[in-house]
């Protein structure tokens, strides 16, 4: 199975997402090379780097009122993630390795819409990731957070929408 490669693609301008998103590349690349017991220890450790990401992403989100569905998007990820490892756990790799195919298409699409949207909103609006502080609050009757659209839904690698 192919490595993730970080490309420029991905890359945003912000700082701690792109960072964030070359450790989910990381992440990504230890797992896939993983087989054995090793599978389910890698497994582990990208659900919880995907846990941290998400939930840096998720504050960032309310602090600054951005649309739920892109929150939303991050729960079907990880209650697709948990449930495959559930499965793995009992013997099904194939699927284990399925969910491996899918995630670099599902991570390039989110990066190029909902993560570019975020990124741009929290640049347009002067959001400090470390301090919480909003420096250009959005003025009235301008382009704000609501604009951001949200993706189709993530398919699980068994068929079944998440």
């Keep these: 199975m192919a490595a993730m490669e970080w490309t420029d693609k991905l890359a945003l301008g912000l700082g ?28 582990d450790a990208f659900i919880a780097h995907t846990v941290d990401h998400f939930d840096q992403e998720n504050r960032w989100m309310e602090l600054i009122g951005f649309p739920g569905c892109h929150r939303a998007e991050h ?12 499965r793995m756990e009992r013997g099904d790799a194939a699927l284990g390795r399925q969910l491996l195919q899918e995630l670099p298409i599902w991570f390039d699409n989110h990066v190029a819409t909902m ?5 741009a909103y929290i640049d347009a609006i002067g959001f400090d990731t470390e301090t919480g502080e909003i420096r250009k609050p959005p003025q009235e009757g301008s382009e704000d957070s609501s604009s951001a ?14």
């Design 16 to 43: 701690p997402m792109d960072g964030t998103h070359q450790e989910f590349v990381d992440a990504y690349n230890r797992l896939v090379v993983a087989s054995g017991e090793a599978l389910l220890i890698e497994m």
């Design 75 to 86: 729960d079907r990820v990880l209650a697709v993630c948990r449930d495959v490892r559930k």
């Design 115 to 119: 993560d570019s949207a975020l990124a």
């Design 149 to 162: 659209c949200c993706t189709p839904p993530v398919r699980s690698p068994d068929s079944e929408t998440v």
